[in-house]
């Protein structure tokens, strides 16, 4: 529920209308993308389920017990930027909220620095901070922030959708809306384009799902639980999504993609200011739990000895605050091109991941060697890197940024994270097609780990 009910979700699904993609349309492309994302995540979750280790870990097995380092930083990084993304919409409802009964703090809303306004900075600080006292109290007070934060978000969408239907009338709410007039092989296009972008919003919480799955019983437990927790839960989150955008048509005369500022035009002041708040508080447990905790895990696997779990946190948060996040997600055009982006080096991670484990290594798994840093463990490969691995990621992460890049090639862009899956796995298997099968490996750590 996390991961789906969060602003940022909201806000990219939204976006997609921007595409001139109708309502129903653009509910069909979230379904379709979800049930990839579903699919992936299923085949992500094995191997972690199989050991009961995290993401930064299983990747030793393909990149080697130092390499692992790569995907981890890469996967790490990309979560600071998400974290600071999200920490800039939870910032812009505050300040909303502010500006809402505090008028005379309008001149600071309007002086820019680096592409945020003074009061802009002053939200995002104290957005920052709160974010930051609770992920310092340790992963029991996250845990508790948390059962609180998703059902949150979802009852104040929720409460919107029913108030504009309240409000305008079921019947005068249309599905056929369009933000402008496409023929229909543009239409079909358009749709394939929003699928490949709502699995490049997934893409960081996809490629690092064993952190979750480590826990799970057995794999028909975790596909249970996918199986509700995306398709069906993000049928809902899509449901919601499409009848605020299209009933904001009907209500204020204009089609509205941000939901923040949906929820300032509902005119009853203390209405709003519970909503931004509720909104505010969901926001911050989901982003500690996807975007704090994983790269505070990511970085502090680099070098154990230096980085604890509060130090890695902590050089995230600080990285989220450079990155200057707002200016990643201004408009749908440069929300799009930042999920490209992303998706050019998620991909090839994924793809490599994949082909290791099921084609390459036929789904074997030495755990104990996962843990050998030294030469005679079978995952030390060449000083502790799996050169195979590193020569799949290289090009095809290059590729799918030159197709982001390149003018010509824009056309595709929102479809680098297949393309970049596909070339890093099509890479990695052909390089790797000579290696020795494995043998019978000790798979299981404990009896109820790793049963199918």
Same mark, same amino acid.
């Given at each position: 529920?996390?991961?789906?009910?969060?602003?940022?979700?909201?806000?990219?699904?939204?976006?997609?209308?921007?595409?001139?993609?109708?309502?129903?349309?653009?509910?069909?492309? #979230?379904?379709?993308?979800?049930?990839?994302?579903?699919?992936?995540?299923?085949? $992500?979750?094995?191997?972690?389920?199989?050991?009961?280790?995290?993401?930064?870990?299983?990747?030793?097995?393909?990149?080697?017990?130092?390499?692992?380092?790569?995907?981890?930083?890469?996967?790490?990084?990309?979560?600071?930027?998400?974290?600071?993304?999200?920490?800039?919409?939870?910032?812009?409802?505050?300040?909303?909220?502010?500006?809402?009964?505090?008028?005379?703090?309008?001149?600071?809303?309007?002086?820019?620095?680096?592409?945020?306004?003074? #009061?802009?900075?002053?939200?995002?600080?104290?957005?920052?901070?709160?974010?930051?006292?609770?992920?310092?109290?340790?992963?029991?007070?996250?845990?508790?922030?948390?059962?609180?934060?998703?059902?949150?978000?979802?009852?104040?969408?929720?409460?919107?959708?029913?108030?504009?239907?309240?409000?305008?009338?079921?019947?005068?709410?249309?599905?056929?809306?369009?933000?402008?007039?496409?023929?229909?092989?543009?239409?079909?296009?358009?749709?394939?384009?929003?699928?490949?972008?709502?699995?490049?919003?997934?893409?960081?919480?996809?490629?690092?799902?064993?952190?979750?799955?480590? &826990?799970?019983?057995?794999?028909?437990?975790?596909?249970?639980?996918?199986?509700?927790?995306?398709?069906?839960?993000?049928?809902?989150?899509?449901?919601?999504?499409? $009848?605020? $955008?299209?009933?904001?048509?009907?209500?204020?005369?204009?089609?509205?993609?941000?939901?923040?500022?949906?929820?300032?035009?509902?005119?009853?002041?203390?209405?709003?200011?519970?909503?931004?708040?509720?909104?505010?508080?969901?926001?911050?447990?989901?982003?500690?739990?996807?975007?704090? $905790?994983?790269?505070?895990?990511?970085?502090?696997?680099?070098?154990?000895?230096?980085?604890?779990?509060?130090?890695?946190?902590?050089?995230?948060?600080?990285?989220?605050?450079?990155?200057?996040?707002?200016?990643?997600?201004?408009?749908?055009?440069?929300?799009?091109?930042?999920?490209?982006?992303?998706?050019?080096?998620?991909?090839?991670?994924?793809?490599?991941?994949?082909?290791?484990? &099921?084609?390459?290594?036929?789904?074997?798994?030495?755990?104990?060697?996962?843990?050998?840093?030294?030469?005679?463990?079978?995952?030390?490969?060449?000083?502790?890197?799996?050169?195979?691995?590193?020569?799949?990621?290289?090009?095809?992460?290059?590729?799918?940024?030159?197709?982001?890049?390149?003018?010509?090639?824009?056309?595709?862009?929102?479809?680098?994270?297949?393309?970049?899956?596909?070339?890093?796995?099509?890479? &990695?298997?052909?390089?790797?097609?000579?290696?020795?099968?494995?043998?019978?490996?000790?798979?299981?750590?404990?009896?109820?780990?790793?049963?199918?």
């Amino acid at each position: 529920m996390t991961d789906v009910h969060s602003m940022g979700g909201y806000v990219v699904a939204a976006s997609f209308f921007a595409l001139g993609l109708s309502s129903w349309q653009v509910l069909l492309s #979230l379904l379709v993308g979800i049930c990839i994302v579903q699919i992936c995540a299923n085949l $992500v979750a094995k191997p972690s389920q199989i050991a009961g280790v995290p993401y930064a870990v299983i990747c030793r097995q393909s990149f080697g017990v130092f390499g692992a380092n790569i995907p981890a930083v890469i996967r790490g990084l990309i979560a600071v930027a998400w974290y600071g993304i999200q920490t800039y919409l939870a910032g812009n409802a505050f300040m909303l909220v502010m500006l809402k009964f505090f008028p005379s703090l309008i001149p600071l809303a309007q002086s820019q620095w680096l592409g945020l306004s003074t #009061l802009g900075w002053i939200c995002f600080s104290i957005m920052w901070v709160l974010q930051a006292m609770v992920f310092w109290h340790g992963m029991n007070a996250i845990k508790r922030f948390i059962d609180f934060a998703g059902p949150a978000v979802y009852v104040v969408m929720l409460s919107l959708a029913l108030w504009i239907v309240y409000q305008t009338g079921w019947s005068n709410i249309s599905f056929t809306l369009a933000s402008k007039i496409l023929s229909p092989s543009e239409q079909v296009w358009q749709m394939l384009t929003a699928t490949a972008l709502v699995v490049s919003y997934f893409a960081g919480p996809l490629l690092n799902f064993g952190d979750f799955s480590r &826990y799970g019983k057995s794999m028909q437990e975790i596909r249970r639980g996918n199986r509700w927790g995306l398709p069906f839960n993000f049928l809902l989150f899509s449901l919601v999504t499409v $009848v605020i $955008v299209s009933g904001s048509q009907s209500l204020f005369g204009e089609m509205i993609t941000d939901p923040i500022e949906t929820v300032t035009r509902v005119g009853n002041g203390v209405a709003i200011a519970l909503g931004l708040l509720t909104m505010i508080i969901a926001t911050i447990g989901i982003n500690i739990v996807a975007n704090f $905790v994983s790269p505070a895990f990511d970085f502090s696997n680099c070098s154990p000895q230096r980085i604890n779990f509060r130090t890695g946190g902590m050089i995230a948060a600080v990285g989220s605050v450079l990155l200057t996040p707002w200016n990643l997600f201004q408009s749908p055009i440069i929300i799009h091109y930042t999920l490209d982006v992303l998706g050019a080096f998620m991909g090839p991670l994924f793809g490599i991941l994949i082909a290791d484990f &099921y084609l390459i290594k036929r789904g074997q798994l030495y755990v104990d060697d996962l843990f050998n840093a030294s030469s005679s463990g079978r995952y030390w490969y060449r000083g502790g890197f799996n050169p195979k691995a590193i020569m799949a990621l290289l090009p095809a992460v290059a590729i799918g940024l030159m197709i982001i890049f390149i003018p010509n090639l824009q056309q595709i862009s929102s479809f680098s994270w297949f393309i970049g899956a596909f070339l890093g796995g099509s890479i &990695y298997r052909f390089i790797a097609r000579n290696d020795p099968l494995p043998n019978n490996a000790a798979l299981f750590i404990r009896p109820e780990i790793g049963k199918d």
